[in-house]
């Protein structure tokens, strides 16, 4: 049934009184000059205030002003329904269907101003590429070529041929089962730390299929990965400048990265239409797990049937789920709050954290060899306590990180503390770092291949000490940015970190200032299952957990160790494993279809 031409939220209805209000003053107006016109002499001109009643013509100039204009928004309004109509006729799947049960005021049906906004925001994410520009057949496609990752044993990576007409040529099981395909998107650290942590869970598994690591923006050149290159400079440069801003600017992006509602998901669904091409050499019988909601819908939109949309954070909102796939979620609570905003119950389970396998299988012991070292700093050993601290992929944090790293010179120069510094692929956090350093005379090493970050990890894990107290590491390679945090958490005592998905992590941390208010709700859920702190705003709170784990005083470092093990233990970590794992049943035929 087709939607009403007019389905007005509160926004419109303040706009329609406004028009009236206006339109019956002005013709009050209008109505006083013409009986006073009998009285008074015309005014020679129209735009003279201070002739007789100029002012009276003047002040029904503008009434009649603001009329036109609120009739012009009106016409506007309607077009945009019009737009959104003409825009989505050809989805795959209806999203205002799927949030059209909303209670909570973020979904049910789109409003006129809704579809504008949808509009305006797919107008600024694509560019001059028209939703018309699709292709109706969904037939167009980029040759691929899989290629063994030279990081990763077993893992395939998917990269566009060289010639356009070659034949793609993809791995496949021995029974000629299509691969697992693992989809990302390269936009921060954390979309593919998320991926990578589930291909590490997807080799040798029962069905024989390879694992094949699918990153949208690989696939290039193609006028679709450069519309998303787009969209993650625009977000990439939001995070900076407003973490460095702080104050208001911080504030606003805060409650923008929170506001994600339909429209949102909208607007995320019709680029998820655009960007089929680069989905569209692969198999739709594979199963797809995806660590991004664009590159979910992408799947849904290209035809895949078996589309897995691991949701990212533990902030409910439309945006981070996906119409036409199951949907799993980290948390019980995150699970609940997207049930009450009407998710339906066979698109959304409970999985668990999104882990690395190599963490996951060694918490005991790398939790005993922590506990081991805290009681060995208690009885006033020598036991540096070992602190990871990562900058995100979108480069932000460095003022608040800079100052972390200044206030803890003194316990490093006094041997308390072992500091590994992330600057991963962003020279200026580098820079930034060593600038500290330098000023404060610390000896720092520097590392600067995945070769170097795993020889690092197997000193640590030995018993033996860093070159120095202080490690920078460094890179030129995207990779090894995003992979040396999940490298070193073995073995180091804490993560320090701001409450991303590194939050969900299986070891101990410290949550300092997030970037984006959405985050918010990853530390709350860490403070809360024990494995973590809540969120320190101020420098000043990350040091008093910092003295309380350095003396012992507490057994903050233990406690959170044991909460790890117990939590382990429940399968709490055990997402990625889950998410494979439900990928292969949903293609055997083992779940029911997911609509």
Not at 116 to 123: D, E, G, I, N, Q
Not at 302 to 331: S, T
Not at 519 to 524: H, K, L, N, V
């Given at each position: 049934?087709?939607?009403?031409?007019?389905?007005?939220?509160?926004?419109?209805?303040?706009?329609?009184?406004?028009?009236?209000?206006?339109?019956?003053?002005?013709?009050?107006?209008?109505?006083?000059?013409?009986?006073?016109?009998?009285?008074?002499?015309?005014?020679?001109?129209?735009?003279?205030?201070?002739?007789?009643?100029?002012?009276?013509?003047?002040?029904?100039?503008?009434?009649?002003?603001?009329?036109?204009?609120?009739?012009?928004?009106?016409?506007?309004?309607?077009?945009?329904?019009?737009?959104?109509?003409?825009?989505?006729?050809?989805?795959?799947?209806?999203?205002?269907?799927?949030?059209?049960?909303?209670?909570?005021?973020?979904?049910?049906?789109?409003?006129?101003?809704?579809?504008?906004?949808?509009?305006?925001?797919?107008?600024?994410?694509?560019?001059?590429?028209?939703?018309?520009?699709?292709?109706?057949?969904?037939?167009?496609?980029?040759?691929?070529?899989?290629?063994?990752?030279?990081?990763?044993?077993?893992?395939?990576?998917?990269?566009?041929?060289?010639?356009?007409?070659?034949?793609?040529?993809?791995?496949?099981?021995?029974?000629?089962?299509?691969?697992?395909?693992?989809?990302?998107?390269?936009?921060?650290?954390?979309?593919?730390?998320?991926?990578?942590?589930?291909?590490?869970?997807?080799?040798?598994?029962?069905?024989?299929?390879?694992?094949?690591?699918?990153?949208?923006?690989?696939?290039?050149?193609?006028?679709?990965?450069?519309?998303?290159?787009?969209?993650?400079?625009?977000?990439?440069?939001?995070?900076?400048?407003?973490?460095?801003?702080?104050?208001?600017?911080?504030?606003?992006?805060?409650?923008?990265?929170?506001?994600?509602?339909?429209?949102?998901?909208?607007?995320?669904?019709?680029?998820?239409?655009?960007?089929?091409?680069?989905?569209?050499?692969?198999?739709?019988?594979?199963?797809?797990?995806?660590?991004?909601?664009?590159?979910?819908?992408?799947?849904?939109?290209?035809?895949?049937?078996?589309?897995?949309?691991?949701?990212?954070?533990?902030?409910?909102?439309?945006?981070?789920?996906?119409?036409?796939?199951?949907?799993?979620?980290?948390?019980?609570?995150?699970?609940?709050?997207?049930?009450?905003?009407?998710?339906?119950?066979?698109?959304?389970?409970?999985?668990?954290?999104?882990?690395?396998?190599?963490?996951?299988?060694?918490?005991?012991?790398?939790?005993?060899?922590?506990?081991?070292?805290?009681?060995?700093?208690?009885?006033?050993?020598?036991?540096?306590?070992?602190?990871?601290?990562?900058?995100?992929?979108?480069?932000?944090?460095?003022?608040?990180?800079?100052?972390?790293?200044?206030?803890?010179?003194?316990?490093?120069?006094?041997?308390?503390?072992?500091?590994?510094?992330?600057?991963?692929?962003?020279?200026?956090?580098?820079?930034?770092?060593?600038?500290?350093?330098?000023?404060?005379?610390?000896?720092?090493?520097?590392?600067?291949?995945?070769?170097?970050?795993?020889?690092?990890?197997?000193?640590?894990?030995?018993?033996?000490?860093?070159?120095?107290?202080?490690?920078?590491?460094?890179?030129?390679?995207?990779?090894?940015?995003?992979?040396?945090?999940?490298?070193?958490?073995?073995?180091?005592?804490?993560?320090?970190?701001?409450?991303?998905?590194?939050?969900?992590?299986?070891?101990?941390?410290?949550?300092?200032?997030?970037?984006?208010?959405?985050?918010?709700?990853s530390a709350t859920r860490c403070s809360e299952l024990g494995d973590g702190t809540a969120e320190c705003r101020?420098?000043?709170?990350?040091?008093?957990?910092?003295?309380?784990?350095?003396?012992?005083?507490?057994?903050?470092?233990?406690?959170?160790?044991?909460?790890?093990?117990?939590?382990?233990?429940?399968?709490?970590?055990?997402?990625?494993?889950?998410?494979?794992?439900?990928?292969?049943?949903?293609?055997?035929?083992?779940?029911?279809?997911?609509?």
């Amino acid at each position: 049934m087709p939607a009403p031409l007019f389905i007005f939220g509160p926004y419109e209805w303040a706009v329609f009184s406004l028009s009236y209000v206006t339109a019956a003053l002005f013709l009050a107006i209008v109505g006083f000059k013409t009986i006073l016109a009998y009285f008074v002499p015309t005014a020679p001109v129209f735009f003279v205030l201070y002739i007789y009643y100029g002012h009276i013509v003047a002040i029904s100039a503008v009434c009649g002003f603001i009329v036109a204009l609120n009739l012009a928004w009106q016409v506007l309004l309607c077009s945009a329904r019009s737009w959104y109509r003409k825009a989505t006729a050809n989805n795959v799947v209806s999203v205002d269907a799927f949030v059209a049960k909303d209670p909570t005021g973020t979904g049910g049906p789109i409003t006129s101003f809704g579809c504008l906004k949808v509009m305006a925001m797919h107008r600024t994410a694509a560019g001059n590429r028209s939703l018309d520009n699709r292709d109706p057949t969904r037939t167009k496609k980029y040759p691929l070529v899989a290629e063994e990752s030279p990081h990763v044993a077993g893992l395939f990576v998917s990269v566009r041929a060289p010639d356009l007409a070659a034949t793609t040529e993809l791995p496949s099981g021995k029974g000629g089962e299509a691969p697992l395909v693992i989809g990302t998107i390269r936009m921060g650290f954390g979309h593919h730390r998320i991926a990578y942590a589930a291909a590490s869970w997807g080799a040798g598994g029962s069905d024989n299929r390879p694992v094949l690591f699918h990153d949208l923006l690989s696939i290039t050149p193609s006028e679709e990965a450069d519309l998303i290159k787009d969209m993650d400079k625009l977000y990439s440069k939001g995070s900076r400048l407003t973490s460095e801003l702080g104050g208001a600017a911080e504030k606003a992006w805060g409650a923008a990265t929170k506001s994600g509602d339909a429209d949102s998901l909208r607007a995320t669904y019709q680029m998820g239409e655009l960007v089929t091409p680069l989905l569209g050499s692969l198999d739709k019988e594979s199963p797809i797990v995806c660590s991004h909601t664009l590159v979910a819908c992408a799947a849904v939109a290209a035809g895949f049937k078996h589309v897995i949309n691991l949701v990212i954070d533990n902030h409910a909102q439309w945006f981070v789920v996906a119409p036409g796939c199951l949907n799993l979620v980290q948390g019980p609570g995150n699970y609940r709050d997207l049930r009450r905003m009407g998710v339906p119950e066979e698109n959304v389970k409970v999985a668990g954290h999104w882990c690395p396998r190599d963490l996951v299988e060694n918490i005991v012991e790398d939790c005993d060899r922590r506990i081991k070292r805290a009681a060995a700093r208690k009885s006033g050993k020598n036991s540096p306590l070992r602190l990871l601290v990562p900058v995100g992929g979108a480069g932000a944090q460095r003022r608040f990180v800079t100052k972390l790293l200044a206030a803890l010179v003194p316990s490093v120069k006094a041997g308390d503390v072992q500091i590994f510094l992330n600057a991963g692929d962003h020279s200026h956090m580098k820079d930034a770092f060593a600038e500290v350093l330098d000023a404060a005379e610390i000896k720092y090493a520097v590392v600067n291949s995945t070769a170097g970050v795993y020889g690092l990890r197997d000193t640590l894990l030995a018993g033996d000490c860093p070159e120095e107290n202080v490690t920078l590491l460094a890179f030129d390679d995207y990779f090894p940015a995003v992979a040396t945090t999940d490298i070193l958490c073995r073995a180091v005592d804490v993560l320090v970190c701001k409450p991303s998905e590194l939050a969900f992590y299986c070891l101990p941390k410290i949550m300092i200032r997030r970037v984006g208010d959405h985050e918010a709700y990853s530390a709350t859920r860490c403070s809360e299952l024990g494995d973590g702190t809540a969120e320190c705003r101020t420098v000043e709170s990350v040091l008093d957990y910092v003295r309380m784990m350095t003396t012992g005083e507490g057994d903050v470092l233990t406690q959170m160790c044991e909460y790890v093990k117990i939590m382990g233990k429940a399968g709490v970590y055990d997402g990625c494993r889950t998410a494979i794992k439900l990928a292969r049943e949903m293609v055997k035929g083992v779940k029911n279809k997911v609509v």
